[in-house]
């Protein structure tokens, strides 16, 4: 009976799973993506010699990290439809409920979570580049973006790895929150048929085993991106 359960078409839940599966990869990679761009954006800030620019970015990076993930999806959630509203009422005259789709607000508040822990990650790692590499590039004349593309974002990059692939695992686990508003991602799709076929049990693991195969597989692809990354460089 359980098989049949979980058997793909209309008599399993199996298909439901398995795009459920997809959505959450889908939400979790353009999260991280958003993150990152955040992230390199807010980096640069933190190391800029411009203090207002500093102080933005400490506040981000502090408050996002500092209040539940759970808080700023209902934040964004519902602050974003007061926003619109207040803009379409403001400019157009419309009062009509309005709010952005779902995986949009998804994505976003799941992408500035991870901004806010890749920011630090990339900090720290432009920090660790050695000063004098960037010294001697200066030295022989090499110009600024030269320097940048060929001598720090290289070893930047090679140190961002390791917390970076820590960061996009708390991305795929952060997923989960946002069946709050409604997205069906994968625990979603486990609560539906956890409330329909009266099976919690076998839905939740269902859930978990899914979350662990992609948990799995993205521990073996950052350690072959590392290993990549630190071909060609000699240990001490």
Known sequence: ???????????????EFFFATLMTLA????????????????????????????????????????IPELLVIYLIFYGSSVLLMSIANSFFGIDDYI???????????????????STEVIRGAVQAVPVGTI???????????SRFRRILAPQAIRFALPGLGNVWQL????????????????????????????????????????????ASLSDKGYKFLEAKAEKGVRVN
């Open 135 to 145: 010294e001697a590039a200066k030295a022989i004349g090499m110009p600024t973006f």
């Open 27 to 66: 939400v979790a990679s353009c999260s991280f993506l958003l993150g990152l761009v955040i992230a390199i954006a807010a980096a640069a800030m933190k190391l800029s010699k411009r203090r207002s620019l500093t102080f933005f970015a400490n506040v981000y990076t502090t408050v996002v990290r500092g």
């Open 171 to 214: 991305t795929l686990k952060e997923t989960s929150l946002i069946s709050v508003i409604g997205l069906t991602e994968i625990v979603r799709i486990a609560q539906m048929g956890a409330g329909s076929e009266k099976k919690p049990f076998l839905f939740f693991i269902t859930g978990l085993i899914l979350f662990l195969v992609l």
């Open 1 to 15: 009976m359980d098989a049949t359960i979980l058997s793909w078409g209309d008599s399993g839940w199996g298909d």
């Open 99 to 117: 709010e952005l789709p779902v995986f949009v607000m998804g994505v976003i508040c799941i992408g500035l979570s991870s901004g806010a822990y």
